[in-house]
């Protein structure tokens, strides 16, 4: 249906086209070929598909009328925060009206006394924390990328970050939504207080990947910041070694903001690209711990921290309290991906979680899984969540590699599922890892997710072809023929 | 449907008895009337109805075959755990079978490295502290039932506590789960490790109160002791005053393991009945704090909240770090419940929620309704969380009483409601609140959380009546010919 709607002549768009503008304004549609270019993909960037055109609401109700459009003519929609996901939830589908949030950056409600602040899902990631700053206030979840993401996109992808072993990911975070169902119908999911009777639906719609609808104003816990914040450097001669640290950090009580391992590899690219001469080029492995709280618990677990590094075989523990050297001993952690692009022509970043007390032992048969395919792996990681990101490096231009990359990639998250772990620790499955969902969830568990959905987007028409495996893999489904259509489901 | 299978003659029970007895054994299946007395309520205990029958079954698989009699034989079915839920969730309906978790009660699982356990639902709350005590866990979540109330009953109820505060209720603690759909079918949500890509059905299922199926394997998250913990008692001469103490605490980015108040009403019911000369008689109101973590921490906290009590006009403050003063301090807090029954001769508990901020003026309308009504009404409550507990005092043997005091605990909860808050903190809508879920939830709310429940309860089967107002007031719905019959839910 939604095929035969487009294939025949382009006429058939233009009373879509003119209801569009009708709703969001002549300004609000984007449909020249050479506009929608910026649209084909997102952080997923191997991966795309022209939409059919694009709009850019700015209101609720604005998204409202514009989704009620699409489904009143059987026309699959997209939505798109700031495009950085890189699962490929925002890719387009073929013929798709790509929903953009990016005239949607308001503040509509700030209310420090409760430690809470309504946004419009276009908002950038930062600009929470810098919003609330001033009173003394931040946003916890803090992903790579939150300079440049969108509130929206991380509600889509229930976005982690460095510091969410001590807080919690995105959906620890969301008190509230307004959102707009795939039937165009405006709903209030939560509220202002944390606890509210029936179905936690503002947890489902977290990380629904754009299957249910679009969140239109989100209301956002906010903490009050630490009155003191210390990193801790420790370096490691094995990958083991700075493994069983975090586990002795972890047994000891402490939770600490963040937990991250870089592993021989990915120290020498970053030493090589960003030159910082902080991290010891010989290490196997280097570990940072960020505290924070009051500043007599910052010394007194630093002290603790530093204590089970020792014990666990640390060389050199460096520790920094004052916000220059933090970020300088953070930088190369930050700059871990990008360093990749710089040592390797490509490279592909996998993204799944492993119960933390298996490190060890699922990084040697990554190892094993390097060797045998031939590829380099570097690892950076969440530590203390067991959140792992493998980087593979290979070289695009070479016939297959990609190809080879996608099956090793596959056999990583296959390890990680057999560890007792999960695909996806903060990335998503979006286009990416949908055809991998049959390693955790039966056909009850993909069935049961199937009809929560249809009470949402009973035609299917939000995001077909995300998340879920395509219907050769999860069984009949009632969007299965919709679902068959889409080019993007059929890659995988 | 339901009431002509029944409604027949009593050799129609014969072959479900016998099916059922093949799946449990003879000693598994309840079916005296004297027997059955028991199980005629739960902690509402002015609703009462008789099950059909009892099962008391041993394993997931026992549960999955008496659901599978019930689903195919057309039979609602309720949950219940160790029956002490305060809003009816485990109150029979007419001629149901009443699946009971009492022969439930064993450690399945111990991962200390994870911070993990398995239980099964009949555990009762308190012992899996005890469980893992001698390792230096505990499990936060600690409803003032904790001694008598289950793990099922906890995760049907998305259960609170005193703690809840600074460790989030019941589903902040609840990894995976293993389930029995009303369908009969055993699926398995969340995992072991946190972040699971997907919809968020572990989340939905928390706090379901028994709608969607039985829980027979819950996986918690333990977490370790604090090394050092306190509690400070402040009196105030009023309760505004109270409560901008406790609004303080929280801006001043400390946050509490607790934090309580007690009315002037409360404080001398308290010390008539358990008289421990520890809450002052003329004050207007108690706060008690409890604060954990490391010991420099503590005693760093300890004193900024004594100084925030001053600034807001706390006269003494006691503060016990040891053990038994501790507990003796709590001890009034606990007792509070109880304590109104001494000085009453029934009384009636609500629980609703408010925005923290909006206590003082939540509270005087609260006592105007008790002067407008002309029942007195003691608070005691959750103070940090908002989530208010009115004890509103009455005769029983009064004519109308129990009437009127309905409808002020109505009043209460649209006050909540409209101050931004909730209709439950922890008790739960069950059969006693169903009838006020439209002052919180529109139309479509309640039809979308209708769909998501026929995803796992189609037949509307699993504790029919509950949750969701009747369909009059909740409109047509799948299920609403069987609600319709459920005498329960006509009660409202």
Redo the contacts between chains.
């Keep these: 249906m939604l095929r035969s709607f487009f294939s025949s002549t382009q006429d058939k768009w233009q009373p879509i086209i003119k209801q569009l503008e009708s709703v969001v304004g002549k300004d609000g549609v984007v449909r020249r070929k050479e506009e929608l270019l910026t649209y084909e993909c997102d952080g997923l960037a191997s991966y795309r598909q022209r939409p059919g055109l694009v709009v850019l609401p700015r209101t609720t109700e604005e998204i409202a009328a514009a989704i009620k459009i699409c489904h009143d003519n059987d026309i699959p929609w997209v939505a798109r925060g700031a495009g950085t996901g890189l699962s490929g939830g925002a890719l387009p589908v073929e013929d798709c009206v790509l929903i953009v949030t990016a005239r949607m950056r308001q503040v509509l409600d700030i209310d420090?006394?409760?430690?809470r602040i309504t946004v419009q899902p276009g908002i950038i990631n930062n600009w929470v924390t810098q919003t609330v700053s001033g009173a003394?206030f931040y946003y916890a979840p803090d992903p790579s990328s939150q300079i440049i993401c969108s509130i929206g996109g991380n509600v889509a992808e229930?976005s982690?970050g460095v510091h969410c072993l001590k807080y919690g990911?995105t959906?620890?975070h969301v008190l509230g939504l307004k959102i707009v169902?795939a039937e165009g119908?405006?709903?209030?999911l939560g509220?202002?207080?944390?606890?509210?009777?029936?179905?936690?639906?503002t947890?489902?719609f977290?990380?629904?990947e754009g299957t249910l609808g679009i969140a239109t104003e989100v209301t956002l816990r906010i903490l009050?910041?630490?009155?003191s914040v210390c990193v801790i450097l420790a370096d490691f001669p094995s990958i083991a070694q700075s493994g069983a640290a975090v586990?002795g950090v972890?047994?000891?009580?402490i939770i600490p903001a963040g937990m991250e391992i870089m592993d021989r590899l990915t120290i020498n690219a970053v030493e090589d690209t960003v030159a910082l001469g902080c991290y010891p080029r010989d290490a196997e492995a280097v570990l940072l711990v960020e505290l924070d709280?009051?500043a007599?618990?910052v010394?007194?677990?630093k002290k603790k921290v530093a204590e089970i590094c020792r014990a666990n075989g640390a060389r050199d523990i460096t520790t920094a309290s004052d916000e220059a050297t933090r970020m300088k001993l953070w930088k190369g952690r930050k700059a871990a991906f990008a360093a990749a692009g710089h040592i390797s022509p490509d490279y592909f970043v996998q993204d799944g979680?492993?119960?933390?007390?298996k490190l060890a032992e699922v990084l040697k048969e990554i190892n094993q899984l390097s060797d045998r395919f031939g590829y380099k792996i570097a690892n950076v990681f969440h530590a203390g969540?067991?959140?792992l990101h493998p980087l593979i490096m290979y070289d695009n231009s070479v016939e297959g590699a990609f190809a080879d990359v996608e099956e090793l990639g596959g056999e990583i998250l296959k390890l990680c599922v057999e560890s007792?772990?999960?695909?996806?620790?903060?990335h998503?499955?979006g286009a990416d890892?949908n055809c991998y969902?049959p390693y955790?969830?039966n056909a009850?568990?993909l069935e049961?997710?199937g009809?929560?959905?249809?009470?949402?987007n009973p035609k299917g028409l939000a995001n077909p072809g995300k998340?879920f495996p395509t219907p050769r893999t999860c069984g009949e489904r009632a969007n299965a023929q919709k679902m068959a259509k889409v080019k993007d489901a059929e890659l995988f």
């Design positions: 420090l006394a409760n430690h003394g229930n982690g990911v959906t620890n169902t119908k405006i709903m209030d509220g202002k207080v944390p606890e509210m009777p029936g179905y936690d639906l947890g489902v977290v990380g629904s009050k910041r630490p009155e586990a972890i047994s000891s009580g709280g009051l007599v618990e010394a007194a677990n979680v492993i119960p933390r007390t969540d067991g959140n007792g772990g999960s695909l996806s620790g903060e998503g499955i890892k969902m955790m969830y009850t568990d049961t997710m009809y929560v959905r249809d009470s949402f998340l």
